[in-house]
């Protein structure tokens, strides 16, 4: 299975969250008229809003609420995209030119600005205004991890606790965040937010260091090049496993290498397979399948139904896709 096959279980409900997505990225404005038109052409996963969706069936029920709760969250993600591609200096993402590769830096930059405000505007009731420490701990955790990524790689951290620092500021902040505005949100009076949260955290975790792996995976199985990381300077899970296997001179020229701008092909290439080889990316697999089953065990602390049951499944497909 994959990601879009567990869509149909909340078919309706992901009609009612599309709609009401595109009409709050709408606008007369020219050009923002225009990258807001881009931007709900490029396809997604709509993996926030579907854990989210999921959590409040599961928990009782989706409600008016849930779905502004899962638009907010896809909004102040899609500002965070925004502005972390002028920090990165990123021209494509999965295979499309950035907002800021066909408008601009500035223009970027205001865009992911307009909708940090359009999240505020759906705001309307007492129950919106009860989920704001939700959204402001988003809102501060996602550009503090952007903020850790270049501090560790600019004093070359190589610790899997700063590593790992990052995910948690970053993934583990998302998808937390969307499982508990949907245990929340939804029809019940019972309280499964701290069980909700965490397991969208674990599963940030799991989710995060997959997508590190799948980085090191040779040929177009995972519909991407290879290598990615490592030509953006990135220390991710496997990179620190191999590092790790090294005595200190090779693995002080590993690091050089890893922290400098340019790099070619040929180059990148070698030090893929060579952690491929390595058995590194096995251990990083075992870090997977770790969090994942922790994530799942916070799913036993739920109501016992069809939905906590798609959510586990999700938990293995999301852990053993290949893209």
């Known amino acids: 299975m994959n990601i879009n096959d567990y869509t149909k279980s909340i078919e309706e409900e992901l009609k009612v969250f599309d709609a009401m997505y595109q009409e709050c990225k709408q606008s007369d404005v020219g050009m923002l008229a225009d990258i807001l038109s881009y931007s709900l052409s490029q396809k997604s996963k709509k993996l926030r809003p579907l854990i989210t969706l999921l959590v409040a069936k599961a928990c009782g029920g989706v409600s008016e609420a849930t779905y502004r709760s899962a638009i907010i969250m896809e909004l102040l993600h899609t500002a965070s995209l925004a502005h972390d591609d002028v920090l990165d200096e990123s021209n494509l993402r999965r295979s499309q030119p950035t907002?800021?590769?066909?408008?601009?830096?500035t223009a970027a930059i205001?865009?992911?600005?307009?909708?940090?405000?359009?999240?505020?505007?759906?705001?309307?009731?007492?129950?919106?205004?009860?989920?704001?420490?939700i959204y402001s701990k988003?809102?501060?955790?996602?550009?503090?991890?952007?903020?850790?990524q270049k501090e560790i790689s600019e004093k070359i951290d190589t610790s899997r606790e700063s590593y790992?620092?990052?995910?948690?500021?970053?993934?583990?902040?998302?998808l937390g965040a969307s499982a508990y505005i949907g245990a929340k949100t939804a029809k019940t009076d019972e309280d499964y937010t701290v069980f909700a949260e965490e397991f969208g955290r674990l599963l940030g975790r799991a989710f995060q260091i997959k997508d590190d792996i799948l980085d090191f995976q040779i040929g177009e199985a995972s519909g991407k090049k290879c290598g990615?990381?490592?030509k953006e300077c990135k220390f991710t899970l496997p990179i620190l496993y191999y590092l790790d296997s090294l005595d200190e001179s090779v693995k002080q020229k590993l690091i050089n290498f890893v922290k400098q701008e340019s790099k070619s092909e040929k180059e990148v290439l070698k030090l893929v397979e060579l952690v491929a080889e390595s058995g590194c990316l096995e251990k990083a697999e075992e870090e997977v399948k770790y969090y994942s089953d922790k994530a799942k065990e916070q799913l036993l602390h739920l109501p016992m139904n069809e939905y906590r049951d798609i959510l586990e499944n999700l938990v293995e497909t999301l852990i053993k896709r290949n893209n």
């Open 99 to 105: 907002i800021n590769a066909k408008w601009g830096n």
């Open 110 to 133: 205001l865009y992911g600005d307009y909708l940090f405000g359009k999240s505020l505007q759906l705001i309307h009731t007492k129950e919106d205004f009860e989920l704001l420490p």
């Open 138 to 148: 988003v809102a501060r955790e996602l550009p503090m991890g952007e903020l850790l």
């Open 164 to 174: 790992y620092r990052v995910i948690d500021n970053k993934t583990s902040s998302l």
């Open 228 to 230: 990615n990381d490592i």
